[in-house]
């Protein structure tokens, strides 16, 4: 995992990134803008609001096969 940043400096496009709040409260979060009025974090679960003040991006998702389980040669 990458470091974590201010939440001023995440993507405001519906990326979803990781978010921290300051209780350090860790959930997958984006930010929902349908209009100039609606803003807001959300999360999952539940696409509640919420407020993180820091962020980081998610990992990329593993590329090899995971080997059967006993997968000796």
Known sequence: ???WQPIETAPRDMTEVIGMNERGH???????APSSITRSWLRVPGNKPWRPTHWQPLPE???NQPQAAGGGE
């Open 1 to 3: 995992m990458g470091e």
């Open 26 to 32: 860790i959930y997958r979060t984006w930010f929902f």
């Open 61 to 63: 998702p593993p590329t």
